[in-house]
């Protein structure tokens, strides 16, 4: 049908791109082919960037959804089972990769109950871990390499929506004429804002409640590691509180190693005592991070991870005081014409984990108020 409205979604981060495969499964699109357009700043393969997330991220699976957080649960436990599916049928070639998760908890002797309903779930012993630590679980779990799992969206995409590069500076903006020349004059019958951190600034939306906690990772090849290890120091205060430590191996070789939770700053470089810090933390939790051959030929005066490091990345995660915005607002007007509005945006740490539950609500909202 050429007549149909378009569907505009903004953004081409983990949450713009799920939101936009759920789309095109949808009946929306089966029944009335409305044309699906991506409005982006930012497009996958482009040069890291601290404000695109999505390609900074380690990535894991590892929920932060406090045990009365529904909602979070639901979003988390519903993505995992996606992308576990995802990898049982097609393997590591999804950029998805499957292993031994162990979690290491001081000051608590308890963890999140959304772990129990992961495989292979235990509660370990003592024994099995350093006196330093209070409280242990391993289970099976995830890990995404941004690339390629965003790449293979795109491919699942090819043909049937388009993507322009584009920075919307205000929803309003959707009828200036340097827009419509990419998505036609129609007015769109739905907009998504899957913005992540632009949801600050884009006019129209302007949420104050948004705001970035600035991330630093290093990225190892270390292609020995094949399971992951967290370290959990206090609290997590309902959500991505205390100090954690990580090791994510990726599927090929590479291993993302972090971390830094540092609300409100915008500082867009990596801090060389930041990375200091992680490489010695990392080791502690993770001795076998150490290349096996240089072990017992230790310099003391530099870390023997060195060697490993390959990039030191800085991201900003797109927070909100409240958690997660999925719903629909108040229509927008272009003109006469109403166009709905679905928010899908302020994924704080936990998108690439929450990517695949967030997306289906959103589309499922928007049918249901048509
Ligand atoms: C260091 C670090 C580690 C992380 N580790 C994990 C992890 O292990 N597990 C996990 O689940 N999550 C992790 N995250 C969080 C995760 O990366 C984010 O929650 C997720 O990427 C958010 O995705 P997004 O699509 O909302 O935002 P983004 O990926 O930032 O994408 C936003 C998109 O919107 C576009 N945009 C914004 N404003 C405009 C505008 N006005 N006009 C046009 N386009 C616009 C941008 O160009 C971009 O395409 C981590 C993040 C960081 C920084």
Same mark, same amino acid.
């Given at each position: 049908m050429p007549d149909a409205e378009p569907i505009v979604i903004i953004g081409a981060g983990v949450?713009?791109?799920?939101?936009?495969?759920?789309?095109?499964?949808?009946?929306?699109?089966?029944?009335?082919?409305?044309?699906?357009?991506?409005?982006?700043?930012?497009?996958?393969?482009?040069?890291?960037?601290?404000?695109?997330?999505?390609?900074?991220?380690?990535?894991h699976h590892l929920s932060f959804a406090d045990d009365n957080d529904t909602r979070q649960r639901r979003y988390d436990t519903r993505t995992f089972q996606v992308m576990y599916d995802e990898w049982k049928k097609e393997g590591e070639k999804t950029g998805l990769m499957s292993l031994k998760q162990t979690e290491y908890y001081v000051g608590t002797d308890s963890h999140l109950k959304v772990y129990e309903h992961h495989p292979d779930f235990t509660v370990l012993d003592k024994s099995n871990y350093p006196t330093s630590i209070d409280h242990s679980i391993s289970f099976t779990s995830l890990t995404m390499t941004p690339s390629v799992y965003l790449n293979r969206l795109l491919k699942r995409l090819e043909g049937k929506i388009q993507i322009h590069r584009y920075h919307l500076p205000c929803l309003s903006h959707l009828k200036h004429p340097s827009c419509t020349a990419l998505i036609g004059s129609k007015s769109p019958l739905a907009v998504f804002v899957c913005t992540g951190i632009g949801a600050l600034t884009l006019g129209g939306v302007e949420d104050t409640d948004v705001y970035p906690t600035r991330g630093q990772v290093i990225k190892l090849r270390a292609p020995w590691m094949r399971s992951g290890w967290t370290r959990q120091v206090g609290s997590l205060d309902?959500?991505?509180?205390?100090?954690?430590?990580?090791?994510?191996?990726?599927?090929?070789?590479?291993?993302?190693?972090?971390? $830094?939770?540092?609300?409100? &700053?915008?500082?867009?470089? @990596?801090?060389? +005592?930041?990375? /200091?810090?992680? *490489?010695?933390?990392?080791?502690?939790?993770?001795?076998?991070?150490?290349?096996?051959? $240089?072990?017992?030929?230790? &310099?003391?005066?530099?870390? @023997?991870?060195? +060697?490993?490091? /390959?990039?030191? *990345?800085?991201?900003?995660?797109?927070?909100?005081?409240?958690?997660?915005?999925?719903?629909?607002?108040?229509?927008?007007?272009?003109?006469?014409?109403?166009?709905?509005?679905?928010?899908?945006?302020?994924?704080?740490?936990?998108?690439?984990?929450s990517c695949w539950g967030t997306a289906e609500d959103a589309v499922e909202q928007l049918i249901k108020s048509l």
């Open positions: 949450i713009g791109l799920t939101t936009a495969v759920r789309l095109i499964e949808s009946p929306l699109y089966a029944t009335s082919k409305h044309p699906i357009h991506i409005l982006a700043n930012h497009l996958p393969n482009d040069p890291l960037d601290p404000y695109y997330a999505s390609t900074i991220a380690g990535a309902g959500g991505e509180g205390g100090e954690r430590t990580y090791i994510i191996p990726r599927y090929n070789g590479e291993v993302i190693i972090g971390g $830094t939770r540092e609300q409100n &700053d915008w500082y867009p470089y @990596p801090r060389e +005592e930041t990375t /200091e810090d992680i *490489l010695k933390r990392a080791q502690e939790i993770c001795p076998d991070l150490v290349p096996p051959y $240089t072990k017992g030929k230790e &310099d003391h005066e530099e870390s @023997p991870l060195k +060697e490993l490091v /390959e990039g030191v *990345l800085v991201g900003f995660r797109p927070s909100r005081d409240g958690g997660i915005r999925v719903d629909i607002g108040d229509d927008l007007y272009l003109g006469n014409d109403k166009v709905k509005v679905v928010y899908n945006y302020g994924h704080g740490g936990a998108g690439w984990q």
